[in-house]
């Protein structure tokens, strides 16, 4: 059964940073590209950071929406068949629950997606 187990979430005040992993099980990891996404409050989930698979033409291929270039980093251990994003320099808005999924750009495998965790930026 795949599974997506994000972890990390949490109150930070504006200009801090956060470290969240998302474990995977049930599929080969490194097959598969890992992407992040957040839901606000009252909005449609959204993309935030993507990585390719370990494998194939464009392996560890990158992707970040434009409110998050610069200050969020995802990477990826197949070792441990976990992802990563650092997020550095958060902003109020930034704030939503996060999601990891096996995904890159607009395109998300189909399953079920885990119980996310609750990021928030605030003073």
């Known amino acids: 059964q795949v599974q997506l187990v994000e972890s990390g979430g949490g109150q930070v005040q504006p200009g801090g940073s956060l470290t969240r992993s998302c474990v995977g099980s049930g599929f080969t990891f490194r097959s598969f590209p890992v992407s992040w996404y957040r839901q606000a409050p009252g909005e449609e989930r959204v993309l935030v950071a993507g990585?390719?698979?370990?494998?194939?033409?464009?392996?560890?291929?990158?992707n970040y929406s434009d409110s998050v270039v610069g200050r969020f980093t995802i990477s990826r251990d197949d070792a441990l068949a976990t992802a990563y994003l650092q997020m550095n320099s958060l902003k109020p808005e930034d704030t939503g629950v996060y999601y990891c999924?096996?995904?890159?750009?607009?395109?998300?495998?189909?399953?079920?997606w885990g119980q996310g965790t609750q990021v928030t930026v605030s003073s």
């Open positions: 999924n096996r995904g890159f750009g607009t395109y998300v495998w189909p399953g079920p």
């Open positions: 990585i390719g698979s370990t494998i194939g033409t464009t392996p560890g291929r990158l």
